[in-house]
């Protein structure tokens, strides 16, 4: 079985804890707890091209990501990109902020993660791609679990494959 | 004075009233404007109250206990039980290194009265003690590691970058070793980036009794957890123990972190570490 390590990142307050907490054990707190540093966890995936120990390290937030420890970023496999898609403000910088972190894992697979789809409708999650200039891979709630699942299981294959 | 008739008309009544206001009032009113000039005048006042303000003083020196000790203990004792954790919390950490001071204080002085004992003693001019004088461990550091032997408990092999463990031993297996090789090294990685310290190495994280010695390599890093205090040479031996498990058991490319390349590694480690004296 392969290991991999994934990061968790992006503004704070998108939810990057509570997708990681709903991923590994499968539950959600209401309160905000702000993530101090880093935290790091463990959860083996079955993929179809093979089991995956996957080591994701949740990120304390941070408005721009050259502020975050470079060194957090190193030897990575995947980087998770998380926004709020009630906040405009937590996807204003979403351009350079993956330019940014392209320049510094060159070989790393990036996802662009919308956040909380629980608190936008169906049509205002489609006028928010159209806003945002990168294209998003997924829209979460890890309030009620939507696709937090189907976001780790596919980067997983990705991985492993 | 006049009194009311029967035929007196109501006008003739009121003045009458108020003459006899004026006759059974007029010694109160000039009472009251003496007391009313004695306080608004300062020093009229103060004449008058502070004999009395230093009697009632002077009585609650001499008699405060009696008269409120009772109740002032109680709200004390009310008060420190409610708040028992905030006084923990305040007494705590000065406590605390006062205790660590005075050990590391007493430690330095057992040691130096241990290098004194011994030089005047020994016999330095055999050949085994100029020997070991010049190239085995000081003579306090072999009485203190006798003192408190130091003792390894886990060791962890970490890919240095990524934090992925490549294997690891340990002598009681209660937490997910993977999750403790990824902290560690996001501790490193930020005590090297807070401090700017990024061609150097964080080489020790102490808790308590316990630490955790960081050998360092290329593209990996030993986290050693170990109890006891360990002299310079032992650190050393450590060093030329890990070197030598790294070069006979870890593969040049260890890029592929997997079950496979981990089980084999924490299976030499055990090998190597479960009857390790580190004194040897």
Redesign the interface.
């Known amino acids: 079985?392969?290991?991999?390590?994934v990061i968790l990142t992006g503004s704070f307050g998108v939810g990057k804890t509570s997708l990681f907490e709903r991923f590994i054990n499968n539950k959600f707190e209401d309160k905000y707890l702000t993530t101090i540093?880093?935290k790091?966890?463990?959860k083996l995936v079955n993929t179809p091209n093979g089991d995956l120990?996957m080591?994701i390290?949740d990120i304390a937030g941070e408005v721009a990501q050259n502020k975050v420890?470079?060194?957090?970023f190193?030897?990575?496999?995947g980087i998770i990109y998380v926004f709020d898609v009630s906040r405009p403000s937590t996807y204003g910088n979403i351009a350079q902020d993956l330019a940014y972190l392209k320049s510094i894992n060159k070989l790393t697979t990036i996802k662009i993660v919308g956040n909380k789809k629980d608190l936008a409708t169906e049509a205002e999650l489609k006028a928010l791609q159209e806003e945002i200039p990168l294209p998003v891979d997924l829209f979460t709630s890890a309030k009620t679990g939507e696709n937090v699942e189907k976001l780790f299981l596919d980067f997983a294959t990705e991985m492993v494959g | 004075m006049n009194l009311p008739s029967s035929s007196t008309s109501p006008e003739e009544e009121a003045q009458l009233l108020k003459q006899l206001r004026q006759v059974l009032l007029s010694e109160d009113r000039e009472a009251l404007a003496a007391i009313r000039e004695m306080l608004e005048d300062e020093a009229q006042l103060s004449e008058k109250v502070s004999p009395i303000i230093r009697q009632h003083l002077a009585f609650l020196k001499e008699n405060f206990h009696e008269e409120y000790g009772v109740i002032i203990e109680e709200i004390v004792s009310k008060k420190l039980s409610e708040s028992q954790d905030e006084i923990v919390n305040m007494i705590f950490p000065k406590l605390n290194t006062i205790i660590k001071k005075f050990i590391t204080a007493q430690f330095q002085i057992l040691k130096e009265g241990i290098d004194t004992q011994i030089k005047t003693v020994q016999n330095r001019f055999s050949p085994k003690n100029l020997f070991n004088r010049f190239f085995g461990p000081s003579d306090s550091d072999i009485v203190l590691s006798q003192l408190d032997h130091p003792e390894v408990h886990e060791v962890y092999l970490v890919?240095?970058?990524?934090?992925?463990?490549l294997g690891s031993y340990a002598k009681e297996k209660n937490t997910?070793q993977?999750?403790i090789a990824?902290?560690l090294t996001?501790i490193k990685?930020?005590a090297?980036?807070?401090f700017n310290r990024g061609k150097e190495d964080l080489e020790m994280i102490q808790y308590e009794n316990y630490k955790i010695f960081l050998h360092n390599l290329p593209s990996y890093y030993f986290a050693v957890a170990m109890t006891g205090s360990i002299s310079t040479s032992e650190k050393e031996n450590l060093s030329n123990k890990l070197i030598t498990f790294a070069q006979e058991n870890v593969p040049f490319d260890t890029t592929?972190?997997?079950?496979t390349l981990?089980d084999r590694i924490s299976t030499a480690l055990a090998k190597h570490f479960v009857h390790f004296n580190i004194q040897e």
């Open positions: 079985m392969l290991s991999k390590k540093g880093v790091v966890g463990k120990s080591m390290w420890p470079t060194s957090y190193l030897g990575t496999s | 890919q240095r970058e990524s934090g992925l463990l997910d993977d999750v990824g902290m996001a990685s930020f090297e980036d807070a592929n972190v997997n079950s981990t």
